[in-house]
Every structure is written in structure tokens, then in C-alpha cells.
Nanobody
């Protein structure tokens, strides 16, 4: 079992940057693949990025490639999402999620077992 808490969201202008954090409980956090998803009003939850247990593999949605960077610090039980060059389409609630040990880096929500409560990111144009 792992509990996830997101932070770092807020209201920014188009072109600005934000760094989201996902803090996890539990001493086995390094065993989990972690992903970021987002959900805009009236839209389905969509994949943003994911990172493997020891950072050897990352995956990004096409819409954020080159602008977002996912990273993790297993010593701090934290995964980050650095978001640069934000645009209005990035406005959403951002969730981090963890997949049970043994999972591979995936882009489908059903591949993840634990979810945080989300943090709101609003980009004004």
C-alpha cells in the first residue's frame, strides 16, 4: 500500500513553468512505477508521463514531449513533473499514480493501483 499526495499546482500565465511534486508514503516506494495523469473539465483522464523504478525509462504523451520532464528522488519518496512553456490546454487537475511492483511503464490508467487526490493547474492565456 502506498499513499500519494500531490502539490505544486496553481494559476500561471501561458509560457510560465511549474513543478509538481508527488510525495509518497512507504519504504518500498522505489519499487513502484509512477505516472502523472490529468483531467480537464468535461474530458476523460489522460496520460501525461511515467517513470520506471530506477529512472531508466520514461514515457510522455505527445502533447507534452519537449515541454514536460518527469523525474524521481527515491531517497525522498518523491516524483516530480517539471512543466515548461505551459499553454491553456494544460489546464487540468493533475494526478500522480503508482503501479504495483513488477509493473512496466504504462500509459493506461487501469495499469495503476494507487492514486493521489490531485492538484489543480490553471494556465491563463
Amino acid at each position: 500500500q502506498v499513499q500519494l499526495v500531490e502539490s505544486g499546482g496553481g494559476l500561471v500565465q501561458a509560457g510560465d513553468s511549474l513543478r509538481l511534486s508527488c510525495a509518497a508514503s512507504g519504504r518500498t516506494f522505489a519499487s513502484y512505477v509512477v505516472g502523472w495523469f490529468r483531467q480537464a473539465p468535461g474530458k476523460e483522464r489522460e496520460f501525461v508521463a511515467a517513470i520506471s523504478r530506477w529512472r531508466e525509462s520514461t514515457s510522455y504523451a505527445d502533447s507534452v514531449k519537449g515541454r514536460f520532464t518527469i523525474s524521481r528522488d527515491n531517497a525522498k519518496n518523491t516524483v516530480y513533473l517539471r512543466m515548461n512553456d505551459l499553454i491553456s490546454d494544460d489546464t487540468a487537475v493533475y494526478y500522480c499514480a503508482a503501479a504495483r511492483p513488477g509493473a512496466v511503464v504504462g500509459s493506461k490508467a487501469e495499469e495503476y493501483d494507487f492514486w493521489g487526490q490531485g492538484t489543480q493547474v490553471t494556465v491563463s492565456s
